[in-house]
């Protein structure tokens, strides 16, 4: 059998319950900064409107918006180069994120 067993539902709606589940999301490189890891992996996850929600209980919970990957990149330099990502970028500015020094 070719494709995935569960075709991608686009207009699903997303319980806060659901949306707050992912700040229990641990990283399985100890050497990657959890508050990044989580924010990837709720913008790969969530459409705009969910990230946004998502964004607003992360900050709540006193999560690091500016945390850094190896690169030293923040969410907000790596999203801002992907040519569609402008909704996920504002509610990470709306919400006070910084692009890293030098980005």
Same mark, same amino acid.
């Given at each position: 059998?070719?494709?995935?067993?569960?075709?991608?539902?686009?207009? &699903?709606?997303w319980?806060?319950?659901?949306?707050?589940?992912?700040?229990?999301? &641990?990283?399985?490189?100890?050497?990657?900064?959890?508050?990044?890891?989580?924010?990837?992996?709720?913008?790969?996850?969530?459409?705009?409107?969910?990230?946004?929600?998502?964004?607003?209980?992360?900050?709540?919970?006193?999560?690091?918006?500016?945390?850094?990957? &190896?690169?030293? &990149?923040?969410?907000?330099?790596?999203?801002?180069?992907h040519?569609?990502?402008?909704?996920?970028?504002r509610?990470?500015?709306?919400?006070?994120?910084?692009?890293?020094?030098?980005?």
């Amino acid at each position: 059998m070719s494709g995935p067993d569960k075709p991608k539902v686009l207009d &699903e709606v997303w319980s806060d319950e659901r949306v707050k589940s992912f700040l229990d999301l &641990e990283p399985y490189d100890k050497t990657i900064q959890a508050d990044h890891f989580v924010l990837l992996r709720a913008y790969e996850a969530m459409r705009a409107d969910d990230f946004e929600r998502f964004v607003g209980f992360f900050v709540a919970a006193g999560r690091n918006l500016d945390a850094t990957d &190896e690169h030293g &990149e923040t969410m907000l330099d790596r999203i801002s180069k992907h040519g569609r990502s402008g909704d996920y970028a504002r509610a990470l500015e709306n919400a006070g994120a910084k692009a890293a020094a030098g980005n």
